[in-house]
């Protein structure tokens, strides 16, 4: 029997990349074991779905999709799985309406359980992505600051380790969740991203599959503050909520996200000959400039 590790590799295996893991329980089954189907159906992880149109061959027979049809006066097993006539695999299979209900692995579930687990705050979004196959989990405390936390599904190939390092060169604190390792990841991400204002944390390594859903291993390693100590900090900003001041990861996310304003000025740092960095929107571009002290915003001449 696969041990808890295994067990929670084979699901991490599953949703690595685009795809959401589903079907009837039997191939569920397949893929996972039954205690693990067992364990994410009474975690809520996998939720119901509708009955299934299709079954797969008991036999594992990847030409014998069966098509499922009413059972006529069978009310124990009211369906029966017909396989496709001509090259006949095996007999039609009698079932209950509950080996037909189809399973849905929920990322949502997922989502609020890795903030359980990892204590992050905030709304998780695994609808919109912010990188392919990546979704804002919320923020959490890791190595004495506040981060970004991400849930990535497809770490595969030099495209998620661009994306790292751009956030690392823009001083994003960034604690990414990360599927298992497969040969397709880049060995780069364990030797650079382990410590560091971006940080990847492979679940393999954090997480094992109980009864009662997926927990974290006894001999995870990972230090997740459910708080920042004092976050120092770092200046004020003006926005539309206000005057407040924030802390210096809060304050590089707006410097990054500067586009987003109708007018930005920067105070804190200069960026040529005592100038300070300042953009407006003009009509729909941004359009970035820099002011002295004593100047106001430029005005187009
Ligand atoms: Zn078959």
Same mark, same amino acid.
């Given at each position: 029997?696969?041990?808890?590790?295994?067990?929670?590799?084979?699901?991490?295996?599953?949703?690595?990349?685009?795809?959401?893991p589903g079907g009837v329980r039997k191939s569920l089954e397949r893929e996972l074991?039954?205690?693990?189907v067992?364990?994410?159906?009474?975690?809520?992880?996998l939720?119901?779905?509708?009955?299934?149109?299709?079954?797969?061959?008991?036999?594992?027979?990847?030409?014998?999709?069966?098509?499922?049809?009413?059972?006529?006066?069978?009310?124990?097993?009211?369906?029966?799985?017909?396989?496709?006539?001509?090259?006949?695999?095996?007999?039609?299979?009698?079932?209950?309406?509950?080996?037909?209900?189809?399973w849905?692995?929920?990322?949502?579930?997922?989502?609020?359980?890795?903030?359980?687990?990892?204590?992050?705050?905030?709304?998780?979004?695994?609808?919109?992505?912010?990188?392919?196959? &990546?979704?804002?989990? #919320? $923020?959490? !405390?890791? =190595?004495?600051? +506040?981060? @970004? %936390? /991400?849930?990535?599904?497809?770490?595969?190939?030099?495209?998620?380790?661009?994306?790292?390092?751009?956030?690392?060169?823009?001083?994003?604190?960034?604690?990414?969740?990360?599927?298992?390792?497969?040969?397709?990841?880049?060995?780069?991400?364990?030797?650079?991203?382990?410590?560091?204002?971006?940080?990847?944390?492979?679940?393999?390594?954090?997480?094992?599959?109980?009864?009662?859903?997926?927990?974290?291993?006894?001999?995870?390693?990972?230090?997740?503050?459910?708080?920042?100590?004092?976050?120092?900090?770092?200046?004020?900003?003006?926005?539309?909520?206000?005057?407040?001041?924030?802390?210096?990861?809060?304050?590089?996310?707006?410097?990054?996200?500067?586009?987003?304003?109708?007018?930005?000025?920067?105070?804190?740092? &200069?960026?040529?000959? #005592? $100038?300070? !960095?300042? =953009?407006?929107? +003009?009509? @729909? %571009? /941004?359009?970035?400039?820099?002011?002295?002290?004593?100047?106001?915003?430029?005005?187009?001449?």
């Open positions: 029997m696969a041990q808890a590790p295994d067990r929670v590799r084979a699901l991490l295996r599953m949703l690595q990349g685009a795809g959401t074991g039954r205690e693990t067992d364990a994410l159906i009474a975690s809520k992880l939720v119901r779905g509708a009955r299934a149109t299709r079954y797969p061959c008991p036999r594992g027979g990847s030409h014998c999709p069966r098509e499922v049809v009413p059972n006529v006066g069978d009310t124990e097993r009211p369906f029966v799985a017909v396989p496709p006539s001509g090259e006949l695999c095996c007999d039609p299979l009698p079932l209950t309406e509950a080996a037909l209900a189809t849905t692995f929920s990322y949502r579930a997922f989502a609020a359980t890795l903030s359980r687990l990892f204590a992050i705050r905030g709304e998780a979004n695994v609808r919109d992505e912010v990188f392919p196959a &990546t979704f804002a989990l #919320g $923020r959490c !405390a890791h =190595g004495g600051i +506040e981060r @970004d %936390a /991400f849930l990535m599904l497809d770490l595969n190939g030099s495209a998620p380790v661009s994306f790292l390092r751009a956030r690392q060169a823009q001083g994003l604190p960034t604690v990414a969740f990360a599927h298992a390792r497969s040969r397709f990841v880049s060995p780069e991400i364990d030797a650079h991203f382990r410590t560091g204002a971006v940080v990847v944390v492979f679940l393999e390594d954090e997480l094992e599959m109980g009864f009662e859903g997926v927990r974290r291993r006894a001999d995870a390693t990972l230090v997740l503050a459910d708080h920042v100590v004092a976050p120092a900090a770092f200046c004020a900003v003006v926005d539309a909520r206000g005057k407040r001041t924030i802390d210096e990861a809060e304050y590089r996310r707006i410097v990054a996200s500067a586009h987003e304003y109708d007018l930005f000025l920067d105070t804190t740092t &200069t960026v040529d000959a #005592g $100038r300070y !960095a300042c =953009g407006r929107r +003009e009509g @729909d %571009a /941004f359009v970035r400039s820099a002011v002295t002290a004593y100047q106001g915003l430029p005005t187009r001449s």
